[in-house]
């Protein structure tokens, strides 16, 4: 069974520091992927990663996926407080595209 | 990307009552899917629903308590049947896109139904 684990679940950053968020998961997969949602809305698609190494990034975020070590990570730089929602990683089942989702970090960012 | 679109937004409804959340894309998909948030936490995938077939549940969550229909391939409904306060939750519909219409693999979500059983 597919199992997805993020951390930290909360984060509270200051403006300008950098950070990363963390998404391991157990089994194979083809498919990572990173949403935000803000409060009471839907979730954003950020990032798909589909292959060992793949590096993406935009604006202040930056995901990369290792999937020998079944990792990805999600990389903040400069934090504003405009990133402040919450950040789920999401990976594809083997068994077609289904997802599971992590837990979620919540990340505020303080001025 | 996918235009989604979910009705009704929100509802409050009594214990012992259903509710039928709508989901209309604005493309043809094969793949749909529906996932419940409830407060708090993350999102649990509650069954895949394709055209022309029956859909599929994941473990817990079954058809007598979430009746899906997927008429076409732009619309699906499901059915929050003989509801009780624990069902209170966001309910959201997400599509994956076919490669012809943007990154492969790409699975958009729609706005959600905040749904708050008493």
């Known amino acids: 069974e597919l199992k997805v684990e993020q951390n930290p679940l909360f984060l509270s950053m200051q403006e300008g520091k950098n950070y990363t968020i963390y998404c391991n998961y157990s089994?194979?997969?083809?498919?990572l992927y990173w949403y935000r949602q803000d409060p009471g809305k839907s979730l954003e698609s950020l990032f798909v990663?589909?292959?060992?190494?793949a590096v993406k990034q935009e604006g202040r975020l930056m995901a990369s996926l290792d999937t020998k070590a079944r990792l990805s990570t999600l990389h903040i730089t400069a934090a504003v407080h405009d990133l402040s929602a919450t950040y789920f990683c999401?990976?594809?089942?083997?068994?077609?595209?289904?997802?599971?989702f992590g837990a979620g970090t919540i990340l505020r960012v303080k001025s | 990307s996918a235009v989604i679109s979910q009705k009704p937004s929100r509802d409050i409804c009594q214990r012992g009552t259903s509710l039928t959340i709508q989901c209309q894309v604005d493309?043809?998909?094969?793949?749909m899917f529906w996932y419940r948030q409830q407060p708090g936490q993350s999102l649990t995938l509650i069954a895949t629903a394709n055209q022309g077939s029956e859909a599929t549940y994941e473990s817990g969550f079954v058809i007598d308590k979430f009746p899906i229909s997927r008429p076409n391939l732009t619309f699906s409904t499901l059915t929050v049947s003989n509801m009780s306060p624990e069902d209170s939750s966001i309910y959201l519909c997400s599509v994956e896109l076919p490669p012809n219409r943007g990154v492969w693999y790409e699975q958009y979500f729609g706005p959600g139904t905040r749904l708050t059983v008493t």
């Open positions: 089994t194979t997969s083809d498919r």
């Open positions: 990663l589909l292959s060992n190494g």
């Open positions: 493309s043809q998909v094969t793949m």
């Open positions: 999401a990976v594809g089942s083997e068994y077609g595209n289904k997802l599971v």
